[in-house]
């Protein structure tokens, strides 16, 4: 994309209210999750043996109430959203270079190797994913980093078809030919000339992306299966939560406003950003 | 017919893929189906090891279990004593297809006519409300949205039970229904307005409503068939959508379903019944697959499916 179209695309985006709002949210969340639990008098994993699932409310100590150890939810919540922000952020990382660099790949070399490549990507879509994403993390579980890679691992198919459809049709125009006639090599010419020209359906679908995954990851530790004690994620705090539902509700409340209120505007900040990229409506 | 059989057989060599993967994967994992918390001296591990042909070497237990699967024998649960795995699936099942298929119909029966109600009344405030809360089914997990649901409907108000499962009762069903059909559903609704819209700019509608039709006859005999393409073909990720969430869901709900197993059964190696899991979820999605693709032909004669 030249500079020309990105000022444009910023410009219908910032037209539409809705898109704005949700990125103020959005950013007000994550600035909330890095800066909150400095301003908070209590620490994350301190026990308030005075307090044991106090109830939120003003005049508490604890505004946002706590849980059945006596810590405070506002910090726990906020920590938790941490960690889910972080493993959105690498999950989400990993998938995009992969989906992109398979996509352009497949769609630059064509021919047999690109048919081989897609039959790949369709074999695997073929299978439950999500059942071997369960797997991985039951089977070889308590590591963090495989947790990422393998949330990760599922989300890089679609965007690999995109991306060598987009591939697929610059490969014909001319400044490749001029950089094939010039000696470029196919590396380079990935890299510098058909890369940025499919930037804006990537940036897109990784704003899609972002909160599936998140929503994964939740899922994963709702489950048991992905962030371990003591640390907590959103999910980790809304599987307590659920087991405490007639006790102590707003165990269950708060992590899950917050969870909610993520997901909600992260979505539909992508969704401002598809209308503002104008790449249709992939769903 | 000849289409559809070619279909199946074309779905062995997956399903082949599928089991073959599933097996090893498992087998690499660290941990055994026999290990408790309580050691059990060698020699009984190693008599138990042998009555479930554990100790022979991995390629004939793999032979093994090709020859029983092929004879849709899905072998005992290494957990649940005294049971095979198909007993097992065979008990949950029910619950399980009772629980997705009201979803599921709640989804599309819903979903579908708030989608093109959402496009008759494009960007008219109407239309921005149903998207918003379209967003919004989209986004709430199920495992926030289900708790949040009992504790509104169970526990404060009293409408409902909280949780449980009786056969046959219907007031046990809505609140887990409700949950697991709500993501579908607003994402059905979404994907039928954006291709009715795309449909009502179409030229033959806009002769129809040259013609001076009625818009529900346009709606009736033009408009909607061609709509519901997209639709249908979301119709297989809803299916995964809804047995990956009645993982959840049952869970919280406490109902007695398969889901369960999934998850326990990889907890506890028991390699048997986590197969059969993966096997059934794997089928399940390659019917709708085909499902899916006849209905294509119902909605558009002119698609034929001849590759």
Known sequence: ???????????????????????????ALIALALVGPAFSPHEGAALDWRSIAAAPGLSSRHWFGTDRLGRDLFVRTLEGARVSLAVGAVASAVSIVIGLGYGAIAGYAGGRTDRLMMRFIEILSGLPLIFFVIFVTVLFG????????????????????????????????????????????????????????????????????????????????FLGLGIQEPRASLGTLIAEGAGELQSAPWMLLVPGTYLTLLLLSLNLLGDGLRDAFDVGERA | MRYLLKR???????????????????????????????????????????????????LVQYAHYLRALGHGDLGPSFRYRDFTVNELIAQGLPVTVELGSAALLLAFAL??????????RHNRPTDRLTMLLAVLGITIPSFVLLPALALL????????????????????????????????????????????LEVLRSSYVRTAVAKGLPWHRILARH??????????????????????????????AGMPGVGRYLVQGALNRDYTLVMGMV????????????????????????????R
Not at chain 1, 1 to 27: C, H, K, N, Y
Not at chain 2, 157 to 176: F, Y
């Open chain 2, 111 to 120: 979903g579908i006519p708030a989608g093109v109600y959402a496009a008759l």
């Open chain 2, 223 to 252: 408009a909607l068939k061609p709509a519901l393409i997209p639709v249908a073909g979301f119709l297989a990720p809803a299916v995964a959508s809804i047995m990956t969430g009645s993982l959840v869901v049952e869970s919280i």
């Open chain 2, 153 to 196: 409907f169970g526990v404060e108000l009293r409408w409902l039970p909280v949780a449980g499962w009786e056969p046959g009762s219907l007031r046990v069903l809505v609140l887990p229904v409700i949950a697991l059909a709500l993501p579908p559903l607003a994402y059905v609704a979404r994907l039928t307005r954006a291709s009715m």
């Open chain 2, 8 to 58: 199946l057989i074309g779905a062995v060599p997956t399903l082949f893929i599928i089991v073959t993967l599933t097996f090893f994967l498992m087998r690499l994992a660290p941990g055994r189906p026999f290990d408790e918390a309580r050691r059990l001296p060698a020699e009984i591990s190693a008599h138990i090891e042998h009555a479930y042909g554990l100790d022979q070497p991995l």
């Open chain 2, 279 to 306: 096997l059934l979820y794997s089928t399940v999605l390659i019917v709708m697959g085909l499902v899916v693709d006849l209905l294509y032909t119902w909605l558009d004669p002119r698609i034929r499916l001849e």
């Open chain 1, 1 to 27: 994309m030249r500079p020309a179209d990105w000022s444009e695309a910023w410009a219908r985006f910032a037209a539409g209210r809705g898109a704005r709002l949700a990125l103020l949210i959005v950013l």
């Open chain 1, 142 to 221: 308590r590591n963090e980093v495989l947790l990422f890679v393998a949330i990760g691992a599922v989300g890089w198919l679609t965007l690999a078809r995109i991306v060598r459809g987009q591939t697929l049709s610059v490969r014909r125009r001319e400044f490749i030919e001029a950089a094939i006639v010039s000696g470029a090599s196919g590396a380079r010419i990935i890299v510098r000339h058909v890369l940025p020209n499919v930037a804006s359906p990537a940036i897109v679908y990784a704003s899609l992306a972002v909160p599936q995954i998140i929503l994964l990851e939740s899922f994963l530790s």
